[in-house]
């Protein structure tokens, strides 16, 4: 009788490890726990209460093996659901917009390009990933009202001398990855494609979502002598005075996806 206390004791013992670590199991289970608590109490109960040694020993390997079993669905489940979780949606092309802008010694010039395609991966209200192609043969000036002197600017932007929109008519930008910065920001690292020539740039976003919509704005900066863009650049040609044109331009993204 002494033997089977003690027994039952280690038994009642081993059970509790058993219980406890399957409710932590359970409790990474999306669904309600209380449904299993509410049949197998009288289970648990059991094992708190000493009687014949054999029965307990059969139940506490019946519920070892059931929370060995829910722990591996728990792991071999997590990260599928989790992959699931995040939805890619298109960028609508017509409520999107960029704009580009430049600086000279002189003063600045601005305009749009087109937007020909564009996605952004989300879970929930998460930014996770996104990429978008814009139109550089098609970009405009809309800063300049003359219009002989906008055709002439237009024509050198889309020349050899800056995008050679006839041998590179478009321009890609893939997102590598997304740091949360609190709030709707996060700061983006990704891969701008100009010119056939792929370089790294990051900047902040502000990201918003509603029930209809997911809407994406950053301002990127970009160093145009990294994608062989060196027109009077003091970089790479002296004496230019008041005809220098700074290195740095600037995209303006504006992305909307609809849900």
């Known amino acids: ?6 027994q039952t004791k280690i038994v009642q013992d081993f059970a509790y490890q058993v219980v406890i670590g399957l409710v932590q199991c359970i409790g990474h289970v999306k669904s309600c726990p209380f449904t299993f608590f509410k049949h197998h109490i009288p289970y648990i109960y059991t094992f708190f209460n000493p009687f014949n040694c054999q029965t307990i020993m059969k139940k506490v390997i019946l519920f070892a093996l059931v929370g060995l079993f829910v722990n591996s669905a728990v792991i071999a ?3 599928e659901k989790s ?3 995040d939805k890619t949606l298109a960028v609508d092309s017509k409520s999107s917009k960029i704009t580009w802008g430049a600086k000279k010694v002189t003063g600045t010039h601005a305009g749009q390009i087109p937007l020909n395609s564009g996605s952004l991966i ?3 209200a998460k930014l996770k990933g996104g990429s978008f192609v814009f139109d550089v043969k098609n970009l405009t000036v809309t800063d300049v009202t003359d219009a002989e002197m906008n055709g002439k600017l237009t024509g050198h932007l889309k020349s050899p001398d800056f995008f050679s929109v006839e041998a590179h008519p478009q321009a890609k930008f893939v997102i590598t990855s997304v740091t949360p910065k609190g709030g709707d920001v996060y700061e983006v690292a990704g891969k701008l494609t100009i010119k056939g020539i792929t370089d790294e740039v990051k900047f902040p976003a502000t990201v918003k979502s509603d ?4 809407t994406a704005d950053a301002k990127i ?3 145009r002598t990294k994608y062989d863009i060196k027109f009077r650049s003091k970089n790479f040609f002296e004496n230019l005075g008041d005809k220098a044109i700074e290195n740095d331009f600037t995209l303006d993204v504006n992305l909307v996806a609809n849900k």
């Open 211 to 214: 029930s209809k919509k997911v």
């Open 83 to 85: 992959k699931a979780a």
């Open 122 to 124: 989300v879970d929930g």
């Open 77 to 79: 489940g997590g990260p």
């Open 1 to 6: 009788m002494r033997a089977c206390k003690i």
């Open 221 to 223: 900066v970009v160093d």
